[in-house]
């Protein structure tokens, strides 16, 4: 039955035959994986191409927030939270000292991994004489919690350093820069879950592009890519909902809600992509007392953080804009592994480079896209 | 015994120590060979070729639905020692346990020590135990060594791997690993998984009469998918799998879906692999389909000529008919599971 209909996907697909590149992005570390394992990308035509965006919020979070929580977590006060991909993201431009969380971990810091806002709220509870800092990077879909966390009120002990990001600004800006960066979105299915999908027409409304929502299943992407392809072989661009069971237009009106209750949204720094308007998450000053910025104004103190050129050869600002798959940067499974990573792509398990390392095919002959700026 | 809990003096060498001994391991280990007077045990061994091996087990928790660490010690050894060829005969144990533990819960992993070595047909005829300051330990940690006797008719050789050969898996996959996460209650998920926990060797003891039965691998920790590597790269072939072939319960398959995972790296602690010539796979599903947990066995999977062309000697057909790699594991998803 699955089977079935997979091949009527892949048929119909087939049967569409692009005969120009049809370039679609996804913007979600969580489709990208399902893309690669299921082997979508050895199924089809070798027009359509699927090019793994800004996606992963641990490889867009900006060094100096990093370099923040490396600086707390070696305070002896402090036990550092962070989710767990987070730990081993190499910062570039810490000058002195450790330059992961997992290295001042090494070093005697207290740095702890954890799930879910839940841990870090029974970890301040377990340790009263700590200060307990929660590392709190995400995009929509993390901060929702953390909203209801801060919103519900924490242990005194317990603050947040917080590195929000929404999905969608990082979209309008690539498209604002350069109207060709794709020809069709894949749609974010968990974003979308709190945020609605309606906050993404824009893509197809100002910017004439294809988009569709799109659930998590290999059959669900391949479903959302014959509607993408369907619209432009008739030549009209909307935005398709193909995840209706989970997203609803207006999204989780509740979590929305407690967002606006909890933070502000203003322009934020993205890992090697710069400063994008109205793309952040902060605090809002009615909770300043949770915040770990302001408890610990000096410690965070990062005005003299002064970022270091990545590696050279590294690529992960042109991987995290699509702009090149992550086996064209040169580093790519040679000197850059999930052992020894030199940029946060290949950390992070929504990252490209890691999901591309762990389940893509890797062939000599794998079709790629004509490399820009290469 | 009135204590409730093991303390440091329950390690001493003392009257406590003496106590634990016989009122915990002898009363509730229960095996006649088991020599608690005599610092070393004697037992017959026929005159034949013997295997030896052994293992320690960490786990967290101790105790989880389908077992605790005692079954999984004698399993993880008893299944060491089937799929080298061996009929396993005797174990050993030795526990480190820490100051803390509550007498009840030791109670219940030496009763399922016990029960699973019966089970198995093995002795446990000898053991140690050490205490150790709070702290400075994960509540009980076991090592078993066992030795077995090799069956002269067993021919299991990774050397036989050609390409051609069949993979065959005895039941699904990853009901251990799952059955263990969940019962660290982190995620906050119900499930009526069990873990595959028991002894493979009547799944050997099936099939290896058969003469196209080349090689047999127990897929615990980093799952079938680095037990596939490992016949990889010693042999320089590569293996193809089947997603759709292989498998998998519902629940292992949702918590997958849910945290993200590969079940394709987690472990199982009650399930064989068999690279076998392709002409006798049907007939290793249909033997392993009447043993007991065998219901779901399969050919999930071949071995191909090294596949130059790709960096990694392992594939998937995916359920949508794609191929993606499967990679060796980087880091554990799930620490101590075994
Ligand atoms: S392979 Fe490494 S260095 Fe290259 S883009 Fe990926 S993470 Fe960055």
């Known amino acids: 039955m699955r089977r079935q209909s997979v091949e009527t996907l892949i048929a119909g697909l087939d049967a569409m035959h692009p005969e120009r590149p049809f370039r679609v992005m996804n913007v979600c570390g969580g489709h990208e994986r399902s893309i690669t394992q299921a082997g979508l990308r050895s199924l089809l035509d070798k027009h359509i191409e699927l090019i793994p965006g800004p996606g992963c919020p641990v490889c867009i979070c900006p060094e100096e927030d990093i370099a923040q929580a490396i600086h707390l977590a070696l305070n002896e006060q402090v036990i550092l939270l962070s989710f767990g991909d987070m730990l081993r993201v190499p910062v570039f431009s810490h000058t002195e000292g450790p330059r992961s969380l997992l290295a001042a971990r090494s070093q005697g810091a207290d740095v702890r991994p954890v799930a879910s806002p839940l841990d870090a709220v029974a970890i301040a509870r377990a340790n009263v004489t700590q200060q307990v800092v929660f590392f709190a990077a995400g995009f929509e879909t993390t901060m929702a919690p953390v909203a209801a966390m801060v919103a519900e009120g924490v242990p005194d002990n317990l603050t947040v350093l917080l590195s929000g990001r929404l999905t969608w600004p990082a979209v309008a800006m690539l498209l604002s820069n350069d109207e060709q960066a794709f020809d069709a979105l894949i749609a974010p299915g968990h974003v979308a879950t709190i945020m609605g999908s309606d906050e993404w027409a824009f893509v197809a409304e100002q910017h004439g592009l294809p988009t569709a929502i799109a659930g998590f299943h290999g059959e669900s992407v391949l479903a959302a890519l014959q509607c993408l392809l369907q619209q432009r072989s008739d030549n009209r661009a909307q935005l398709v909902n193909c995840y209706p069971e989970v997203v609803k237009p207006q999204g989780n009106t509740q979590a929305q809600q407690l967002l606006r209750e909890v933070m502000v949204v203003s322009a934020a720094n993205w890992r090697g992509i710069g400063v994008v308007e109205d793309s952040g998450f902060t605090l809002r000053p009615e909770f300043a007392t949770v915040n770990a910025r302001v408890r610990f104004s000096e410690l965070t103190d990062q005005s003299s953080f002064t970022p270091l050129a990545p590696p050279a050869g590294a690529r992960c600002a042109d991987v995290v804009l699509g702009r090149l798959y992550p086996d064209q940067c040169p580093l790519f499974g040679n000197e850059c592994t999930p052992r020894h990573p030199i940029g946060p792509c290949m950390v992070s398990d929504e990252g490209a480079c890691r999901i591309w390392m762990s389940s893509g095919m890797r062939s000599v002959d794998e079709s790629k896209p004509t490399p820009e700026g290469v | ?338």
């Open chain 2, 1 to 338: 015994m009135t204590e409730e809990y093991i303390s440091l003096a329950h390690g001493n060498g003392g009257r406590l120590t003496r106590e634990l001994i016989d009122k915990v391991f002898v009363q509730y280990g229960q095996h006649p060979l088991l020599d608690t007077v005599n610092d070393a045990a004697t037992m017959s061994l026929p005159n034949q070729t013997i295997c030896m091996t052994t293992d320690s087990f960490t786990v967290q928790p101790l105790e989880f639905p389908g077992g605790n660490v005692g079954s999984l010690a004698v399993h993880g050894t008893v299944n060491d020692l089937s799929v080298s060829g061996a009929t396993p005969l005797y174990l050993s144990t030795s526990f480190i346990i820490e100051e803390g533990v509550s007498m009840a819960c030791l109670i219940r992993v030496v009763k399922a020590m016990a029960e699973a070595a019966h089970k198995a047909n093995v002795s446990i005829v000898t053991g140690d135990t050490k205490v150790v300051p709070k702290g400075q330990g994960g509540g009980i940690y076991i090592n078993t060594a066992g030795i077995g006797l090799k069956r002269t008719h067993t021919q299991f050789d990774i050397k036989r791997l050609s390409a051609g050969d069949h993979i065959v898996v005895s039941g699904p996959i990853g009901d251990h690993g799952v059955a263990v996460l969940l019962a660290r209650d982190e995620f906050g998920l119900d499930s009526q998984l069990i873990s595959d926990c028991a002894s493979v060797y009547p799944f050997v003891e099936a099939i290896d009469t058969i003469d196209g039965v080349k090689f047999l691998r127990d897929p615990t920790r980093g799952g079938i998918a680095m037990a596939m590597h490992e016949m990889a790269q010693a042999t320089n072939l590569s293996i193809r799998l089947n997603e759709a072939a292989i498998p998998l319960s519902g629940q292992v398959e949702s918590v997958c879906n849910m945290l993200g995972f590969d079940p394709y790296y987690l472990a199982c602690e009650g399930r064989v692999v068999a690279v076998v010539a392709p002409e006798v796979s049907e007939e290793v599903v249909r033997r392993w389909q009447v043993c007991e947990h065998g219901q779901n066995a399969a050919t999930i999977g071949e071995v191909l000529p090294r596949q130059e062309q790709y960096h990694c000697p392992v594939s998937l057909v995916t359920h949508i008919g794609g191929e993606r790699l499967l990679d060796e594991l980087e880091d554990d998803p799930l620490p101590r599971i075994c």
